[in-house]
């Protein structure tokens, strides 16, 4: 049982150069979240999903666009990238309906320089 | 939107003392209370949760407490040991279904 496994774990990306995350899961979960974290900032939501085809914006959208065709991915894509994005970035998922524990995957450090 | 403080960010304590984490939230309609723990290089996990029908909850060496009247909830962790210093999260979720977390508290356990 993998559970919630991002992929790639590092990248070093420069400035302007455009990349894609990827995150799956195995569970069967309905919501997925993006996050960033970056120091004595805690986990801030970039965007998430209720199900498949969906997506919404969360705290901090801005120069990240996310995909959710299947069910059990769902991609962070960075355009044009910055160095403000350089962050780790966390994704996680849980099942419907609210009050569930969310799952996290291992992390993906990324650096733009 | 939800909005949750937590307090402090920086927790120093002996092994065997313990450890007081404390947050606050902001949505009356917020339900579920869970804590996460991320160690050094991973994601969070869910250690313990509680919900809004309860005023707290134990596990081991672990509790939580929710006072939904003040609108706070706190982590106590008991007979504090090394493997327990880690990053340590609050998050509150309501009718939204989106968490909103905390911005962390660093728990050092000096041997």
């Known amino acids: 049982n993998a559970g919630v496994t991002q992929t790639p774990k590092f990248r070093v990306l420069k400035t302007g150069q455009s990349m894609t995350l990827l995150c799956a899961q195995d569970?069967?979960?309905?919501?997925m979240y993006w996050y960033r974290q970056d120091p004595g900032m805690g986990l801030r939501l970039i965007h998430y999903?209720?199900?498949?085809?969906?997506?919404a914006k969360g705290e901090v959208p801005d120069g990240y666009n996310v995909s959710r065709l299947k069910k059990q991915n769902f991609l962070l894509g960075l355009e044009s990238a910055a160095p403000s994005q350089t962050s780790v970035y966390f994704c996680a998922s849980s099942r419907s309906p609210a009050n569930t524990e969310a799952f996290f995957g291992q992390g993906t450090r990324l650096t733009v320089v | 939107g939800e909005n949750v403080e937590q307090h402090p960010s920086t927790l120093s304590v002996q092994e065997g003392d313990s450890a007081v984490i404390k947050c606050t939230y902001s949505d009356s309609a917020s339900n579920y209370f869970p804590w996460y723990k991320q160690e050094l290089g991973k994601g969070p996990q869910l250690i313990i949760d509680?919900?809004?029908?309860?005023g707290e909850k134990k596990d081991q060496r672990i509790a939580v407490t929710l006072n939904k009247t003040a609108k706070h909830f706190s982590l106590h962790i008991t007979e504090t040991q090394p493997e327990d210093s880690a990053v340590y999260f609050c998050?509150?979720?309501?009718?939204?279904?989106?968490?909103?977390f905390g911005r962390g508290t660093s728990l050092i356990v000096h041997p």
């Open positions: 998050a509150s979720r309501g009718g939204s279904y989106i968490p909103t």
């Open positions: 999903s209720v199900g498949e085809g969906t997506t």
């Open positions: 509680i919900r809004s029908n309860v």
């Open positions: 569970m069967n979960h309905e919501y």
